[in-house]
């Protein structure tokens, strides 16, 4: 090896060390009010690009780690109960829950039949005009939600019920072929009580 490049190398340690010392304490200093407050620092604007294949766009909390799934999947975020309508809320899903249990075991999950059982439980269909104002009633039953299968849209049997006990509290549930379930849950953005399909 010659002299020339074990000078350069020798020389270029100590030039590389200064650089990366004063990259290093430029970016994300710890701030007297940080340390303080007992808060990490926030990372810096400058911050090391992301590992080989992940997003840069990634929110917190993103279910499948897509760009803007927050975002995008808004309309399908239940809103907050109060703990005494979510109470209320149970107490109407058990009252439910046997009757469609029953439907099942009966194999009867089409909506006429799973309306007038639900009907005899007091329950008043909701009424809503064209424009979405709610005219009075509660309970919603409908079929499926179409699906896409096979290069088309195909509506499984069943019916999807929901109930509004309090205007942010809902009981939501279906009956079909293979099973049913009863669950209590706050109200849609945009539908209300019944759980929206997904492919917005």
């Keep these: 090896m010659s002299t020339s490049t074990t000078t350069r190398r020798a020389l270029l340690g100590p030039a590389t060390a200064l650089a990366l010392a004063v990259t290093l304490t430029a970016c994300g200093d710890l701030h007297a009010s940080d340390t303080a407050a007992g808060t990490a620092p926030s990372p810096s604007a400058t911050s090391s690009p992301p590992a080989s294949g992940a997003s840069p766009y990634v929110e917190p909390g993103a279910g499948d780690g897509a760009p803007h799934y927050n975002e995008n999947n808004a309309y399908r975020r239940e809103g907050e109960m109060a ?5 209320d809320a149970r107490r109407e899903a058990d009252r439910i829950r046997p009757v469609l249990e029953r439907l099942w075991r009966q194999r009867e999950w089409d909506p006429a ?3 007038a059982a639900l009907l005899r439980l007091g329950y008043e269909e909701e009424r809503v005009t064209k424009g979405g104002r709610r005219l009075g009633g509660t309970l919603t039953v409908t079929e499926m939600s179409a699906r896409w299968k096979d290069d088309h849209y195909v509506t499984p049997e069943g019916t999807r019920v929901a109930l509004r006990v309090h205007a942010d509290a809902c009981v939501s549930a279906f009956v079909q072929k293979s ?3 009863v669950r209590t849950n706050g109200p849609y953005p945009e539908t ?3 759980e929206p399909p997904y492919g917005h």
């Design 83 to 87: 703990p005494a309508h979510e109470k």
């Design 113 to 115: 039949t799973v309306r």
């Design 179 to 181: 099973n049913f379930e």
């Design 192 to 194: 209300g009580c019944l």
